[in-house]
């Protein structure tokens, strides 16, 4: 394993991009970026033993492919496609091969002073921890009108989120012979999505200008929560909640409209008047 000093850690980044014009009217562009980084947190408890921290790793990469293409001198649509994957990990062992953590010993008890410095031992922390955006995207704009400019579009996004970490702590004993421990869990794995959709249409009346739309956002979270609906009340015994049951999540929706005013009052003033929701 490859342990790094205190504030020692290894990047590298790498970025291509190709631009490429089959037509005078469509043009292509391709990026691709990769970052892989390595590094291992320092933890003063563990000064005296460095090689015993887990290595940490973080990989990712980002694809895009975008193509405009202009059907006229007033309308154009841009296409966009892209996927961003991210591997974090912690490299820690396993159970079996862990090395058991020592203290200094206290000179007064003879025992491991557990507030003391890790003399010896593997940190016990593993963790995979990846997630993937694949996104779809669309604007198309069209000067319909000389004074009327429209615009709509759509974005798709479809997430893959999966994540392990098992990290045990030690928590206080009452007998040093005896140490107890407590492990942290996090097991998941959820495939949820979200698309939006928007239309906007700008007139403009010398010099009086509006922008009148609408957008809408959806998102499934593909995912099952408790069935927990009761209401807490004074009574402790009534804490005691069933959550044996689960229900699917409920579909997200939400409808902004987003308007937009501005006129001129003087030669050097305007006046702009906005509503919407944004987020």
Do not use: C
């Not at 190709?18 to 390595?38: D, R």
């Amino acid at each position: 394993r490859l342990t790094f000093a205190d504030g020692e850690s290894k990047n590298f980044n790498a970025l291509a991009k190709i631009t490429y014009k089959p037509f005078s009217s469509t043009k292509l562009n391709f990026q691709g970026m990769l970052s892989v980084w390595n590094w291992t947190e320092y933890d003063h408890q563990w000064k005296f033993n460095l090689p015993g921290l887990t290595p940490q790793d973080k990989k990712s990469y980002r694809l895009n492919l975008s193509m405009t293409h202009a059907f006229s001198e007033e309308a154009y649509l841009d296409f966009y496609l892209s996927q961003y994957n991210v591997l974090k990990s912690v490299k820690g062992k396993s159970s079996r091969e862990q090395e058991a953590i020592h203290y200094q010993t206290n000179p007064g008890t003879g025992y491991e002073d557990r507030l003391s410095y890790v003399v010896s031992g593997d940190y016990p922390w593993w963790m995979d921890h990846e997630e993937v955006h694949n996104v779809v995207k669309f604007d198309y704009v069209n000067q319909w009108h000389f004074r009327n400019q429209l615009k709509a579009g759509s974005e798709a996004t479809f997430f893959y989120l999966n994540k392990f970490n098992n990290l045990r702590k030690e928590i206080y004993s009452f007998d040093p012979k005896f140490p107890r421990y407590i492990s942290y869990i996090t097991d998941y794995e959820y495939r949820p999505r979200q698309i939006s959709f928007y239309v906007q249409n700008k007139m403009d009346y010398d010099g009086f200008i509006a922008n009148m739309g609408v957008r809408m956002d959806l998102f499934d979270p593909r995912a099952t929560r408790p069935l927990v609906e009761e209401n807490l009340t004074q009574q402790d015994s009534a804490w005691i909640i069933n959550q044996d049951k689960s229900v699917k999540a409920d579909l997200k929706t939400q409808v902004s409209p987003r308007i937009g005013i501005s006129f001129p009052i003087s030669e050097f003033s305007d006046v702009r008047i906005n509503y919407g929701y944004f987020f």
